[in-house]
């Protein structure tokens, strides 16, 4: 996943767990980043749903063109 928020301030770890939240359908307050806080790669903690419909999400939009 890649956003265009700056890697400053945070913004850019805003800005995935905001595209995130939006992709899993899920409150923005049910995802926490919980580590990656200055890397590329991110661990994120979700709420509200299993990983096997987290995954699912994301593969199905990962698939569309």
Known sequence: MRVSAPAEAG???????ALLAETL???R???EL???FASRD???ALDGLTSET?????AS???KP
């Open 34 to 36: 919980t580590a990656g």
């Open 54 to 58: 987290a995954d699912t999400l994301l």
């Open 29 to 31: 307050r049910d995802l």
């Open 25 to 27: 359908r899920l409150p």
């Open 11 to 17: 913004r850019a770890n805003d800005a995935v767990l």
């Open 42 to 44: 991110k661990v994120v």
């Open 61 to 63: 939009v990962a698939e």
